[in-house]
């Protein structure tokens, strides 16, 4: 039998040079994410003499995230590492989606309705979730943010819709 031990087949289109192929593809992209925060960084101001610049943790931290990626390429090539895994969209995808729904809705519905509807969105994003357990963690939840930003941080948040406050 030609099986992998994660059970993937070993039918692979990376070249027989990298060895191990989610080790690879997992470097490039810490070294892409590196390079992005370098160029996002670049127009920061960086230290001069003992004092810190805006941009001198963003460029410490992408130059070590820029070397690890390096090192776990490197690896990749040089050691034998697990096929690449399937990825699975489902659990990513509503994630997103809700964080796209508090942003969308947390002026006009408020804080509570947005957080709970996040909560839940995100819910749905693995076939795992128990409903019962997660709309009680998911009240718990919104009540604790709903004491917590407006009135220990003092942030000015809407926490009902703007069409009952009227």
């Excluded at 040079?17 to 080790?23: A, E, L, V």
């Excluded at 943010?145 to 941080?153: Q, R, W």
């Amino acid at each position: 039998m030609s099986e992998a031990p994660s059970g993937l087949s070993e039918k692979s289109v990376f070249p027989k040079w990298i060895r191990g192929p989610q080790d690879f593809v997992g470097g490039l992209a810490l070294v892409a994410v590196a390079a992005f925060a370098l160029f996002a960084s670049s127009d920061l101001q960086g230290m001069q003499g003992f004092s810190f610049g805006a941009g001198t943790a963003p460029r410490i931290f992408a130059i070590l995230l820029l070397v690890l990626g390096a090192l776990l390429t490197i690896s990749a090539v040089l050691v034998d590492g697990e096929p690449m895994a399937k990825f699975h969209w489902r659990g990513p995808l509503f994630v997103v989606l809700a964080i796209l729904s508090f942003a969308a809705t947390i002026r006009p519905l408020g804080l509570i309705v947005s957080a709970f509807a996040s909560f839940m969105i995100s819910a749905l994003g693995t076939p795992e979730t128990r409903w019962k357990q997660t709309i009680i963690v998911g009240a718990v939840l919104t009540a604790g943010c709903s004491l917590l930003f407006p009135y220990a941080l003092g942030l000015p948040m809407p926490l009902y819709p703007s069409f009952l406050i009227r």
